[in-house]
Each structure stands twice: as structure tokens, then as C-alpha cells.
């Protein structure tokens, strides 16, 4: 009786492992997606905490890879405005790396990673100076831009859909 006991516990367990996995296999953005072959996005990234930032820009990356995975080309831009963009420096002030130093690693990780994976990533300009941010210490894959609205409008008369990120 003890071994019945034992063998209908081990296939309980297997079944139920095996219905989890067949649940998490099935979770995707299929309804969403439909036939799309490519997702345009452009987003506006503004968040004035650098691990958020940090958080965030991973999810982006992992959005990335999960829309290819599922059969959709990415086509993704990212435009940082505001205070964002003091984290987004090769010389970040030193209170705050004192701080905040594994938060600014992984941007200056995920804005590389992003940047590998052919992601634009713009920085606004008009952020930059409101914020004194050297423009020659700009982490390398970031473009300069004039003024991050000016940008975010002209991607989405291209055709990009605005994802906001704060």
C-alpha cells in the first residue's frame, strides 16, 4: 500500500509538471501580434531613478528578444529625455556612482546590449543641457538629437507606436 501511495504521488507530480509546462508554453502575445512581421516601436524613456532605469532597459532588451522569438522583426528606437539622461553618461557624477554604481553598470550593460542589437537610441539635446551632461561623455551607442518631442514626433509619423516608459 505504502509503494501505490508513493507511485500515485510521483504521477500526480509528473502530470501536474506536465500540465505547467504545457500552460507556460502556450503564454505568448499571439492575439496581440496577429500576422505582423514587423513591430515598430519608439520609446520615450524618462524616469528619473537609475535602478528603474536600470530595471526597465533589461525589460526592453527582454521585449526585444521575446517579439523576435515569437516571429516579429523588432524595429525599435528609444529617445531619453529628462532626467534619465544623467545616468547615461562615461563620467556620471561621483555622488552618484558613489551611490548608485551596479544601477549605472547595467544601464551602460543594457544601453551596449540594446545597441548590438541594432537598437537607435537617441538622447535629447535639450535634456542634456538642462542637466549639464557632457555630450562628448555620452555612452558610445547613444545618438544626440536636438529635442527628444521633436524626435518622438517625426518616428511616429513614421509610423513607430509610442511606448512610454517612466
Not at 83 to 103: G, M, Q, R
Request: aromatic share 8%; charged share 15%.
Amino acid at each position: 500500500m505504502n509503494v501505490k501511495i508513493r507511485v500515485n504521488a510521483v504521477l500526480a507530480l509528473v502530470l501536474l509538471l506536465g500540465f505547467f509546462s504545457v500552460a507556460a508554453a502556450e503564454i505568448n502575445d499571439a492575439a496581440a501580434l496577429g500576422d505582423l512581421k514587423q513591430g515598430k516601436g519608439v520609446f520615450l524613456v524618462d524616469i528619473g531613478e537609475p535602478g528603474k532605469l536600470a530595471f526597465y532597459l533589461k525589460a526592453i532588451v527582454g521585449t526585444h528578444q521575446g517579439m523576435k522569438g515569437q516571429g516579429v522583426t523588432p524595429d525599435f528606437i528609444l529617445v531619453y529625455i529628462g532626467p534619465s539622461v544623467k545616468y547615461l553618461s562615461t563620467k556620471p557624477d561621483d555622488d552618484l556612482v558613489f551611490e548608485h554604481h551596479d544601477a549605472l553598470e547595467s544601464i551602460a550593460e543594457s544601453v551596449a546590449a540594446l545597441g548590438k542589437l541594432g537598437v537607435r537610441q537617441e538622447i535629447c539635446a535639450v535634456a542634456t543641457r538642462a542637466f549639464a551632461i557632457d555630450n562628448e561623455a555620452l555612452l558610445p551607442a547613444l545618438t544626440l538629437v536636438g529635442d527628444g518631442f521633436i524626435s518622438l514626433i517625426g518616428w511616429q509619423a513614421q509610423g513607430y507606436h509610442l511606448v512610454p516608459v517612466f
